[in-house]
């Protein structure tokens, strides 16, 4: 994690000179203010992982002599056969779409949200799948 905090403060020190040269040169406000807020968040990011990175034990990322294989691990859990989130995309999809066409096409799309959110979140706790 340590190199991961570097490469963040780094940037923010890039972001930094690039916000006051835009600032001096452009005379324009909004994306001034937009390059301070990125070096505010990338400082931020960058803080908290040099800090964290002091309070955990040394990752393989750190090790200079070790393989990409030694940071490997377990993901988590997929389901391999759930339909869930082909609704959910559906669902956002359609919801975007209705900033773009009109606002009644998300209301039309909230129901296969809720469908495809409540149906991921409780698949595991109908039918054969259901832990006694």
């Known amino acids: 994690m340590k190199i991961q905090g570097k490469i963040f403060l780094g940037l923010a020190v890039f972001l930094l000179a690039t916000a006051i040269v835009y600032g001096a040169w452009s005379k324009e406000p909004v994306g001034t203010t937009g390059l301070f807020l990125a070096f505010g968040l990338t400082v931020m ?18 090790n200079k002599e070790a393989d990409v294989a030694d940071d490997a691990g377990e993901l988590g859990f997929f389901s391999p056969h759930s339909w869930q989130p082909l609704t959910l995309g559906l669902g956002a999809a359609f919801a975007f779409l209705g900033v773009a066409f009109g606002w009644w096409l998300v209301y039309v799309s909230a129901p296969i949200l809720l469908v495809g959110l409540f149906g991921w979140v409780f698949e595991y706790y109908h039918g054969e ?4």
């Open 45 to 62: 990011i960058g803080y908290y992982l040099a800090f964290t990175a002091r309070r955990v034990d040394a990752g393989a990322q750190d």
């Open 129 to 132: 799948n259901r832990t006694q």
